[in-house]
C-alpha cells in the first residue's frame, strides 16, 4: 500500500504517447491508489476534484485513460461501438491474456452468449432461490451470534455468497479456497511490471479453466437443473456451445460469483458497523431496507474495468487514439457529487439513484439480480439476530485497490441478545 514510500518508487511507468497533453497527466495507480489506508471508495473519491478534467491519463499499469465522472463512465459503457471489451483489463497484457466470455466480447458476437447466461440468472429464476439464500444466511448468522463477536471477513462474507453461488452451480464448498485464489490473482493480479501481471493473469484464467474443463464435460448433453447444466446446453446460433467458449463462460460464472459480492459485503458492513443510525432506520422500517438496497450498492462500487478504443475520435474534448485503454472505476459514478448530494453517506431515502455498479449496456452484470436478493437477505436476516453491532475497538480494516477491490480484517462485536428465561 502507499504507506510503503519505497514501493511507491519503484512503480513501473511509461512515457505518454505523443496525443496525451501534459496537463491530463495524473500518477493514478489503480493497484496502489494513494490514499488507500484509509478505505478504497475514500482513496477513489480523492481523484475526483472539482477541477478533475472527465478523463485524466495515468503512466501506471502500462499507461491509460482514467474516466472520472459519471456521465463519462455510463456512456462508454453503453457505447461498444466505439469502447470494445477486447481487453477490458489494465494493464494491457493482463487484459489481453484474459479468455473469459461473454464480458469480452462485443455484439452481436456477444448477444447468444449473454441470453444462455440470463437463462439460468434472470429475476423470475432468481427469485424462486430466496428460501435458500435464506436458510443459508441464517445457518451461517447463528453459528455465531450468541458469541458477540465475528471476524465479518472470514466467517461471513467470503462463506455466505459462495455458499450459495457453489449450491446453485451444484458445486462442492470444499473447493471454495482453491477458487478464491484464483479470482484472486484474476481480480488483482500479483506482479510489479504490466508483463508480469499479465502473466499472473494467464495462469489464474489457466487454473479456472482446468478446473471447469472435466465439469463441462460431464454436464454437456445433462439435463440436470444446476446453473451450469442449463447455461451450458443452451445453443449458440442453433449449434452446441463451442468448447473454448464453454471453458470461458463457466469460469466467468465462477469468477462472478466468488468474488464481487464477497467484497461488496465488507464494504457494506464497514460503514454500518461506523453509522449505527443508519442500521437503526434500517430497523425501523422493512420497506426502507429494502429500497435501501439500491443505495448501498451505489456506495460501495467495487468494480474497475476497462475499454479498448476502437477508432480515432474526440471524447469528452479529449483526444483519444485507437487502441488506448480508458479505465472505468465504478465507484466514481456512484460516488460522484455532480449526480447525488453528499454522496459518501448512505442515505435510504435518496431518490433517482444512479450508478454503474452492475456496469452498464449490453454487459450489464447478469448477476445482479441473485446480488441484490443476497444482500437484502442478509441485511433482513443479520439484523433480526444482531440489531446492533460495531466494529472492534481498534479495528483496521486493510484494503485493496484491483479490478475488483477487496478488504480485509473487519472484526465485529455486538452485545450478546438475552434469551428469556
Not at 21 to 33: Q, V
Not at 41 to 67: C, M, N, R, S, Y
Not at 312 to 322: N, P, R, S, V
Request: hydrophobic residues 40%.
Amino acid at each position: 500500500m502507499n504507506a510503503e514510500t519505497p514501493k511507491a518508487l519503484e512503480k513501473h511507468r511509461v512515457s505518454p504517447p505523443p496525443h496525451v497533453p501534459a496537463d491530463l497527466i495524473r500518477e493514478i495507480d489503480a493497484y496502489d491508489l494513494d490514499g488507500l489506508e484509509a478505505g478504497f471508495h475514500e482513496a477513489w473519491k480523492q481523484v475526483q476534484q472539482p477541477d478533475t478534467p472527465p478523463l485524466v491519463w495515468t503512466p501506471f499499469t502500462g499507461g491509460h485513460w482514467i474516466a472520472t465522472r459519471g456521465v463519462v463512465i455510463d456512456e462508454v459503457y453503453r457505447s461498444p461501438e466505439r469502447f470494445s471489451s477486447r481487453v477490458i483489463w489494465v494493464p494491457r497484457e493482463a487484459g489481453e491474456a484474459y479468455d473469459m466470455v461473454p464480458t469480452k466480447l462485443d455484439p452481436p458476437e456477444h448477444t447468444p452468449y449473454r441470453k444462455a447466461i440470463d437463462k439460468g440468472l434472470n429475476l423470475a429464476e432468481i427469485r424462486k432461490l430466496e428460501e435458500q439464500i435464506r436458510t443459508i444466511a441464517v445457518e451461517i448468522i447463528e453459528s455465531f451470534a450468541d458469541r458477540g463477536s465475528c471476524d465479518f471477513g472470514s466467517e461471513f462474507s467470503t462463506v455466505f455468497p459462495v455458499r450459495v453461488f457453489l449450491a446453485l452451480a451444484g458445486l462442492p464448498m470444499e473447493d471454495a479456497h482453491k477458487l478464491g485464489l484464483l479470482a484472486n490473482e484474476m481480480t488483482r493480479p500479483s506482479g510489479n511490471t504490466p508483463e508480469e501481471q499479465g502473466r499472473s493473469l494467464e495462469t489464474a484464467n489457466r487454473g479456472f479453466f482446468e478446473y471447469v474443463a472435466p465439469i463441462i464435460a460431464e454436464r454437456r448433453g445433462g439435463s440436470g437443473t444446476d446453473l451450469i447444466t442449463r447455461i451450458l446446453n443452451v445453443e449458440i446460433d442453433g449449434k452446441p456451445m463451442p468448447d473454448d467458449r464453454a471453458l470461458g463462460l463457466v469460469s466467468l460464472l465462477l469468477l462472478g460469483g466468488l468474488d464481487t459480492v464477497v467484497n461488496f459485503l465488507g464494504f457494506m458492513m464497514i460503514y454500518l458497523a461506523r453509522h449505527p443510525e443508519t442500521v437503526a432506520e434500517m430497523r425501523s422500517d422493512p420497506l426502507k431496507l429494502q429500497r435501501g438496497v439500491e443505495e448501498l450498492f451505489r456506495r460501495f462500487a467495487v468494480v474497475s474495468d476497462a475499454r479498448y478504443v476502437v477508432a480515432d475520435m474526440e471524447f469528452h474534448g479529449t483526444q483519444l487514439k485507437e487502441g488506448d485503454l480508458i479505465l472505468l472505476p465504478t465507484a466514481l459514478h456512484g460516488l460522484d457529487d455532480r449526480q447525488h448530494a453528499d454522496p459518501m453517506t448512505v442515505d435510504l431515502s435518496r431518490r433517482d439513484v444512479t450508478h454503474s455498479t452492475f456496469a452498464q449496456g449490453p454487459h450489464r452484470c447478469a448477476g445482479m439480480h441473485l446480488a441484490r436478493l443476497e444482500v437484502t437477505v442478509m441485511l433482513q436476516e443479520w439484523l433480526a439476530r444482531i440489531p446492533e453491532f460495531r466494529l472492534k475497538d481498534g479495528a483496521r480494516p486493510i484494503y485493496h485497490s484491483g479490478i475488483v477491490a477487496a478488504v480485509e480484517n473487519i472484526p465485529l462485536e455486538w452485545e450478546r441478545q438475552k434469551v428469556p428465561a
